[in-house]
């Protein structure tokens, strides 16, 4: 009885580290269909019919007229070929496939780990709120799709940024529970204690550079001042007037949006440098080593931010950039949880 609960313990841990990993293949695939402009070109939600790419040139004609309808063909892409609309119609359809993979192998195993009675109510409890996660993302990904498809030849940056942001949201927190269970531990993620605080007011702010990193890729604002470290002459861009309140939250505007995502970063690494000085002073010895890694992923990260600027956006270093985003926000995390556990 215990060979077997231990076993089945075994599949449950495997079954997430899986889960996380595909959960980050989908993430850099939806960053690089972003960075194609690959998004709009499946034109419907298609929850069942998509399922099997276009198999013969019938269904492609299908897809690709459809695709004609909206502004982002007629104002951007109207001398695009049919083969050119095949590479941008499969970082889409992979992106949408990969999805649907990953609820089926999120909810099959799930509902089995439930009827085995074996895992620990917390655990089990916790992979059902990821999994409503889950398919709300199928939900908001739809929706900020629709918000390309009539007056614009992109999508909201808004609706990006929620969905980006849930994306993060369920890959951290199957980060979290893999780090109870190797640990063996019940930590709470949101316990609120003087020592725990600065350790989640980090995540927090990783967290809004995120949501301001897809205001800038949403926007396109990182093709408005590609120098650095100033923008442009000057460390204020110069098409900035911050004269009202107004002014300092028109996330609309891509000048400001991003001097934010500057900023941000500028007192993220200002604010490593500080606890890394705390944790030092008092001596902390346990936190070294996840920090070490912290400061090699925020750096890394900092240093790309910087390339894929000074580089003109490109496409490889901005995807690698959003990859260490997500090793950021990791190291992060598990530097909290070597501070509660």
């Known amino acids: 009885m215990y060979v077997n609960t231990k076993k089945i313990n075994r599949y449950f841990l495997n079954w997430l580290i899986i889960s996380l990993i595909l959960v980050f293949f989908i993430i850099i695939i939806g960053g690089l269909t972003r960075l194609t402009n690959s998004g709009l070109s499946i034109t419907e939600w298609e929850l069942f019919k998509g399922i099997l790419p276009p198999l013969n040139s019938i269904v492609w ?148 550079q995120i949501i301001l990193g897809a205001f800038v890729s949403g926007l396109d604002a990182g093709k408005i001042y590609q120098t650095w470290p100033l923008m442009g002459e000057n460390y204020l861009p110069d098409d900035l007037q911050l004269i009202n309140f107004k002014n300092f939250v028109e996330f609309n505007n891509h000048s400001l949006v991003q001097f934010y995502h500057r900023n941000i970063a500028y007192f993220i690494i200002i604010y490593v440098i500080i606890l890394t000085f705390y944790i030092f002073k008092n001596k902390i010895s346990f936190l070294y080593k996840p920090l070490q890694i912290l400061i090699f992923f925020l750096f890394l990260q900092a240093i790309l931010g910087i390339l894929t600027l000074l580089s003109g956006l490109n496409i490889y270093l901005a995807s690698a950039h959003q990859i260490i985003s997500v090793l950021l926000v990791f190291s992060a995390i598990n530097l909290y949880h070597f501070r509660v556990k």
């Open 61 to 208: 004609n299908e897809y690709f007229n459809e695709y004609k309808k909206i502004p982002q063909y007629k104002i951007l892409n109207y001398n695009m070929s049919l083969i050119e609309f095949k590479i941008i119609f499969y970082w889409e359809y992979v992106h949408r496939l990969l999805a649907r993979v990953i609820g089926l192998f999120f909810l099959i195993p799930l509902i089995l780990f439930y009827i085995s009675k074996k895992i620990k109510k917390k655990y089990i409890n916790s992979c059902f709120l990821i999994f409503l996660l889950i398919v709300f993302q199928g939900i908001v990904g739809w929706y900020m799709v629709k918000s390309g498809l009539t007056d614009d030849i992109t999508v909201s940056h808004y609706r990006l940024a929620i969905h980006l942001t849930i994306a993060f949201l369920i890959i951290s927190s199957i980060f979290w529970l893999i780090l109870n269970i190797k640990s063996n531990k019940d930590i709470y993620f949101f316990r609120i204690t003087n020592k725990d605080f600065p350790f989640q007011f980090l995540i927090i702010t990783i967290f809004i």
